[in-house]
């Protein structure tokens, strides 16, 4: 099995730019981060330097001497390991109280809560199933 990808909150952040927008260059990276954060562009370009050498991010193409990238992982491939680990560390492993806690947080509206609804169905189909 390989490793997780460990990730900053920094670098989630350049990924998540990555993930919604596709192939940027360090340029438009930095043009979209600055809007939230205050950072210089040879930080942002730093980051993206240090996510590709954990092969986070890869270059896709050149237009002159300006490179572009990529995210070369799917959200889903840190997500996953990532809420496992919160729930684990925050929750004692125990999704109820994280569910809990989150509906006790949000204000959610009744579409939302139809979707959970047909999530958790859904998800008791395939307990029984399993069965």
């Known amino acids: ?27 438009q990276v930095h043009d979209k981060i600055k809007l939230e954060k205050d950072v210089s562009y040879s930080t942002v370009k730093t980051i993206i330097d240090r996510l590709e050498q954990k092969k986070a991010v890869s270059r896709e193409s050149m237009q002159g001497r300006t490179i572009y990238y990529a995210a070369a992982i799917k959200r889903e491939s840190l997500s996953t390991p990532m809420l496992k680990g919160f729930l684990k560390r925050m929750f004692a492993g125990n999704p109820h109280k994280m569910v809990a806690q989150l509906l006790d947080n949000e204000k959610l509206n009744n579409e939302e809560i139809e979707q959970l609804e047909t999530m958790l169905a859904e998800h008791k189909t ?5 069965d």
């Open 1 to 27: 099995m390989q490793n997780t990808i460990k990730l900053s909150e920094f670098e989630l952040d350049v990924m998540n730019i990555l993930w919604q927008k596709g192939q940027l260059s360090a340029s």
């Open 126 to 130: 395939r307990n029984k199933n399993k």
